[in-house]
């Protein structure tokens, strides 16, 4: 019996294929048996399939003739590839259009913007009015619509819009092994060194960071070489330009007076010497003349023999030329001794630093060695009357060491195209001349290679998705250390809207009371070290800036075990950064407070390093015995570990 799909017998010229348009492919139920909404509810490849074995039958009984076939599967053929060109084009359009709105928001709210992201994140969410203005402002700006860390910032913002407590150790560091360690840097135990065999001179560089540690090593030296060290120069920079002097920023008779014990200090050269032309008879010795980290041997050997027959030897720079490892117990005291005593700022610098403490801290009062180290008398708080005790305000200090100087070495790329290229390169010829020639004559690492070993210093966006991911709290006060953030105000967008009580010196001091230190960038620098050592938190964006190295160090010997200090580690950072445009929030979260949380340990300054930034050594630090001895049992067990 033929098939009730067959035409009948007579009449096969008449017969012609069904037409099916490509709607009706794609959206009409299957002519095969099923149910109508069975076949709606198939995937699309099931539907894909379908219309392949339509256009491409198997040959069966009760069929048309050879020609009629022929053609009527022709027409199949074109309408079904019409139809999967058509479905494919059209999974390609929507993931397209879906990526764009995730990682190119528009500018305003209505285009997808950071507000918009955050609704499609979670629509239920309600949020604050003042929140969301904030998000607005930050949807206009040209960095959040170019930048490539727009879908982590609108993760972040919903995070803290969640307002989660912090997490308990956010605000501390291992009390019981950090606070065994005591300083002890003032107890000598040597007679004073008269200076007989010359006078030292010196004439440090950089900024006012680099020219401490200078500082601190010629005093050193001066001990080594049994010499008088006369009072330090500054070198003018072309970069911090500023003129200040020795005691413009330091208390001069207090640092000789303070090392008064341990060498001879003079202002100046003796009458007899002054006229001494000391390039003509080689006694100006340069920073090319002594290897980096240079060893007592050295100084011994070279500079010695030097001072004995001229009597005057004038270090220019001297910018990391005294090694840290092996040097004699007690010069390793008096370098922590100059550092955490003798250099104390002058009473302008105090003053001011301060009146930034109490406003800071909400105007509570504060006492202890680490302020009164910082601000001296002034550090006390005015009896305020009424008799009620004001409640400290906790702050976090966060130094974004992001000026054009470090961006431009550190050969790294930040976003900006071409117009940044040539504006650094630009710099870089002026200010690091041999770093320019030996880019043209060398092949250096790659800008990706550098950010993914963890050498690129961490942008003003990365900083605040570090902050976000560790659980700060969005109306915690951050106090901003640096100047002349380069990229400007749009640089700092995501980071003053994501935590908008954010402050600077320029902010709580008054324009009459930083007026004093307008064209001084080595004394703003000074305020921004009180203001940052004096912090509950503190937390460095580069590790091997000279500020951050200072300030932790200052921190550690003087805070008690009670203030923390957050160390990024920048190459696993760099790995966790590298995923921005994939990872969900709540891994990286975890992922960037292990990365943290591994640099809070408690250790004894590594061979080799600087007590400027490690002071955990015998040499600056007391430890009390009982703490001594269960870092014993713990290294026995780590060791039987391994």
């Given at each position: 019996?033929?098939?009730?799909?067959?035409?009948?017998?007579?009449?096969?010229?008449?017969?012609?294929?069904?037409?099916?348009?490509?709607?009706?492919?794609?959206?009409?139920?299957?002519?095969?048996?099923?149910?109508?909404?069975?076949?709606?509810?198939?995937?699309?490849?099931?539907?894909?399939?379908?219309?392949?074995?339509?256009?491409?039958?198997?040959?069966?009984?009760?069929?048309?003739?050879?020609?009629?076939?022929?053609?009527?599967?022709?027409?199949?053929?074109?309408?079904?590839?019409?139809?999967?060109?058509?479905?494919?084009?059209?999974?390609?359009?929507?993931?397209?259009?879906?990526?764009?709105?995730?990682?190119?928001?528009?500018?305003?709210?209505?285009?997808?913007?950071?507000?918009?992201?955050?609704?499609?994140?979670?629509?239920s969410r309600h949020l604050p009015s003042s929140f969301k203005e904030e998000l607005r402002k930050m949807g206009k700006g040209k960095k959040w619509k170019h930048g490539i860390y727009a879908r982590m910032l609108a993760l972040a913002a919903h995070a803290l819009a969640e307002n989660k407590h912090?997490?308990?150790?956010?605000?501390?560091?291992?009390?019981?092994?950090?606070?065994?360690?005591?300083?002890?840097?003032?107890?000598?135990?040597?007679?004073?060194?008269?200076?007989?065999?010359?006078?030292?001179?010196?004439?440090?560089?950089?900024?006012?960071?680099?020219?401490?540690?200078?500082?601190?090593?010629?005093?050193?030296?001066?001990?080594?070489?049994?010499?008088?060290?006369?009072?330090?120069?500054?070198?003018?920079?072309?970069?911090?330009?500023?003129?200040?002097?020795?005691?413009?920023?330091?208390?001069?008779?207090?640092?000789?007076?303070?090392?008064?014990?341990?060498?001879?200090?003079?202002?100046?050269?003796?009458?007899?010497?002054?006229?001494?032309?000391?390039?003509?008879?080689?006694?100006?010795?340069?920073?090319?003349?002594?290897?980096?980290?240079?060893?007592?041997?050295?100084?011994?050997?070279?500079?010695?023999?030097?001072?004995?027959?001229?009597?005057?030897?004038?270090?220019?720079?001297?910018?990391?030329?005294?090694?840290?490892?092996?040097?004699?117990?007690?010069?390793?005291?008096?370098?922590?001794?100059?550092?955490?005593?003798?250099?104390?700022?002058?009473?302008?610098?105090?003053?001011?630093?301060?009146?930034?403490?109490?406003?800071?801290?909400?105007?509570?009062?504060?006492?202890?060695?680490?302020?009164?180290?910082?601000?001296?008398?002034?550090?006390?708080?005015?009896?305020?009357?009424?008799?009620?005790?004001?409640?400290?305000?906790?702050?976090?200090?966060?130094?974004?060491?992001?000026?054009?100087?470090?961006?431009?070495?550190?050969?790294?790329?930040?976003?900006?195209?071409?117009?940044?290229?040539?504006?650094?390169?630009?710099?870089?010829?002026?200010?690091?001349?041999?770093?320019?020639?030996?880019?043209?004559?060398?092949?250096?690492?790659?800008?990706?290679?550098?950010?993914?070993?963890?050498?690129?210093?961490?942008?003003?966006?990365?900083?605040?998705?570090?902050?976000?991911?560790?659980?700060?709290?969005?109306?915690?006060?951050?106090?901003?250390?640096?100047?002349?953030?380069?990229?400007?105000?749009?640089?700092?967008?995501?980071?003053?809207?994501?935590?908008?009580?954010?402050?600077?010196?320029?902010?709580?001091?008054?324009?009459?009371?930083?007026?004093?230190?307008?064209?001084?960038?080595?004394?703003?620098?000074?305020?921004?070290?009180?203001?940052?050592?004096?912090?509950?938190?503190?937390?460095?964006?580069d590790s091997g800036s000279q500020l951050s190295s200072l300030v932790s160090g200052y921190r550690v010997y003087y805070g008690g075990g009670r203030m923390p200090t957050i160390r990024p580690n920048k190459r696993r950072l760099a790995g966790i950064f590298m995923k921005n445009s994939t990872i969900?929030?709540?891994?990286?979260?975890?992922?960037?407070?292990?990365?943290?949380?591994?640099?809070?340990?408690?250790?004894?300054?590594?061979?080799?390093?600087?007590?400027?930034?490690?002071?955990?050594?015998?040499?600056?630090?007391?430890?009390?015995?009982?703490?001594?001895?269960?870092?014993?049992?713990?290294?026995?067990?780590?060791?039987?570990?391994?």
């Amino acid at each position: 019996m033929p098939s009730s799909s067959s035409p009948p017998r007579g009449h096969a010229e008449q017969w012609r294929a069904p037409e099916i348009s490509v709607p009706d492919l794609l959206h009409s139920p299957s002519r095969s048996s099923s149910s109508s909404s069975a076949s709606l509810s198939r995937p699309a490849s099931s539907l894909i399939a379908s219309a392949i074995s339509w256009a491409f039958p198997i040959r069966g009984h009760g069929v048309p003739s050879k020609s009629h076939r022929k053609k009527s599967q022709r027409r199949r053929r074109v309408h079904v590839m019409l139809a999967l060109l058509g479905l494919l084009a059209s999974f390609f359009l929507l993931n397209w259009f879906m990526l764009f709105r995730l990682q190119d928001p528009g500018d305003d709210d209505g285009g997808g913007g950071p507000l918009h992201l955050l609704s499609s994140i979670n629509p239920s969410r309600h949020l604050p009015s003042s929140f969301k203005e904030e998000l607005r402002k930050m949807g206009k700006g040209k960095k959040w619509k170019h930048g490539i860390y727009a879908r982590m910032l609108a993760l972040a913002a919903h995070a803290l819009a969640e307002n989660k407590h912090e997490p308990k150790d956010l605000w501390e560091e291992p009390f019981i092994p950090a606070s065994a360690w005591t300083p002890c840097a003032d107890q000598r135990n040597w007679t004073r060194s008269e200076g007989n065999n010359g006078y030292i001179m010196i004439t440090a560089n950089g900024g006012i960071n680099q020219q401490r540690v200078a500082v601190c090593n010629a005093v050193v030296v001066a001990r080594l070489l049994n010499s008088t060290l006369v009072i330090p120069s500054f070198m003018y920079s072309s970069v911090w330009k500023d003129v200040s002097q020795f005691g413009d920023i330091y208390q001069e008779e207090h640092f000789i007076e303070y090392l008064s014990p341990d060498i001879r200090i003079v202002k100046e050269l003796p009458e007899e010497l002054q006229s001494l032309d000391l390039e003509a008879i080689g006694s100006i010795v340069t920073d090319v003349d002594i290897m980096k980290e240079a060893k007592p041997s050295f100084y011994l050997k070279n500079i010695l023999p030097l001072l004995h027959k001229n009597k005057v030897v004038h270090f220019v720079g001297f910018g990391n030329r005294l090694a840290f490892d092996p040097i004699p117990f007690d010069l390793q005291r008096l370098r922590c001794r100059c550092n955490f005593h003798a250099l104390l700022f002058v009473p302008k610098i105090q003053e001011a630093g301060a009146l930034l403490l109490r406003r800071l801290r909400n105007h509570a009062p504060y006492h202890g060695r680490l302020d009164h180290s910082l601000v001296g008398p002034y550090y006390a708080e005015p009896k305020m009357g009424g008799g009620n005790a004001v409640k400290s305000s906790r702050y976090l200090a966060l130094h974004l060491r992001f000026e054009i100087d470090m961006v431009a070495h550190s050969l790294c790329e930040y976003g900006g195209g071409q117009e940044e290229a040539e504006e650094l390169e630009a710099y870089r010829k002026i200010h690091f001349p041999a770093l320019t020639l030996l880019k043209k004559t060398r092949k250096l690492p790659s800008p990706a290679a550098l950010r993914s070993e963890g050498l690129c210093p961490l942008t003003p966006e990365e900083a605040v998705l570090m902050l976000s991911a560790l659980g700060f709290n969005r109306r915690t006060r951050v106090f901003v250390a640096g100047a002349n953030i380069y990229g400007g105000p749009s640089r700092l967008a995501a980071l003053t809207s994501l935590f908008p009580n954010l402050v600077t010196k320029e902010k709580l001091l008054s324009a009459s009371e930083i007026e004093p230190f307008a064209n001084f960038s080595s004394q703003l620098a000074a305020l921004d070290f009180i203001g940052c050592t004096a912090a509950d938190a503190f937390a460095m964006t580069d590790s091997g800036s000279q500020l951050s190295s200072l300030v932790s160090g200052y921190r550690v010997y003087y805070g008690g075990g009670r203030m923390p200090t957050i160390r990024p580690n920048k190459r696993r950072l760099a790995g966790i950064f590298m995923k921005n445009s994939t990872i969900e929030w709540k891994v990286f979260e975890q992922r960037v407070r292990k990365a943290v949380r591994q640099t809070k340990h408690v250790f004894e300054r590594p061979k080799g390093r600087s007590m400027y930034r490690f002071p955990r050594c015998k040499e600056c630090m007391c430890v009390a015995e009982e703490a001594a001895a269960a870092d014993v049992v713990t290294k026995t067990k780590r060791k039987r570990r391994h």
